[in-house]
């Protein structure tokens, strides 16, 4: 199959709302090719991929491997913009609590759920997980946060959150219960525990920096 | 900090937006991507579709209404209404919905909601409770546009929900809705105070001060409401400064 140039290939596993991604990219993508896929020639032909993720992580790794994706995942985030989402972060890392299933490694790190005990703020009011909604983003400097105003909302929906080993990888964090970061960035790579493409302006701001990054 | 959420629901048939008063006397309110995406503009944190098409083979409507709306409207879309099996579910994820609502199918079938969420994960699954009071302090879940008691104790059903892996509860007070008297806020409390998982407060809102009230007295994560914004008596905007003028975080 001919890919076009600067394609935006969006990892098709079978899990999560990948229509979404795609068009909140196409209205960004000034007119560069976005396609949803799952076949790893097209990913390696790619100029820029991004790997979503909705559902449990075993499943999501599951799936990954069940459609022969995971040598062209690995090997689209050693050089190409990459940009991971939601469960698409969590993989980057080495093992979730989720199911305790090895992930992809690519960055040293576990995935932790909400701790129970942390779930209440001071005022006695119980804090709910899945944790869901707008929540306040505390940026590090990156090119993908141009434009977008330090503390600005993102939405969230998820009950794990990445915990890297290196704190140099965080490039935004956040706080629901306890402080956590959702999102890490480095060289070509750079992911999120939030979802831009239902974060409203801020959210296509981001996605946009990413069309247009150059790391 | 988390904001609570604002999300205005949007009641569909026939392709159009309507609203009525428990279920009679339906009113035009427009078209349906047309208005969410006005609320979209206004900051509304999500937008809600309740499909109240009575006939099945009108059903693929919504479906090209979400996927209409999804290319155009980059905040989180929940679809409910005539959801009876989990490939309802994965249609109405793939056209573009971010969260699937169940109701009826729930009641009579309580394996829909482990199945469908253990499918497509917990986060997309909204189990909505129609709640009924029939004594003090106590609420049955009614299905059937509040016309069949299940004889299901609410916050005990909210309990199992949660359990059988709902993400997420859309309250409604059966006694509430339409009348424009604010939120069964002791119902409201009484649900939310029994479950993990969010809960969003439904029926009932006339105006700003109910929104506040129900979270700040009934403790829900999310309001809903529908004709205080449809015909322009309030922008989503001024209910997200009156909430925040009293000292509820939102996103504006």
Redo the contacts between chains.
Sequence with gaps: MTVAAQTIAVIDYGMG?L??VS??LE?VAGGKPVVVTADPAVVAAAERVVFPG???MPDCMAELDARGLRAAVLAAAKDKPFLGICVGEQMLFERSDEGNVPALGVFAGQVKRFPDEK?HLPTG????????????VRQTPHALWNGIADGA?F?????YFVEPADPALVTGSC??GVPFTCAVGRDNIFAVQF?P????RD??QLLKNFVEWRP | MLAKRIIPCLDVTAGRVVKGTNFVGLRDAGDPIEIARRYNEQGADEVTFLDITASSDQRDIILHIIEACAEQVFIPLTVGGGVRKVEDVRRLLNAGADKVSMNTAAVLNPDLIFDASSKVGSQCIVVAIDAKQVAPGQWHVFTHGGRNDTGLDAIEWAKKVAALGAGEILLTSMDRDGTKNGFDLALTRGVSDAVSIPVIASGGVGNLQHLADGVSEGRADAVLAASIFHFGEYTVRQAKEYMAARGIEVRL
């Design positions: 709302n229509r979404s068009k909140a209205h909705q559902g449990a779930m009011e119980r804090l709910k997980v899945p944790h869901m909604g707008w929540n306040e909302r939405y969230f929906v998820h009950s706080t629901y979802h493409e239902k974060s409203a959210g296509l």
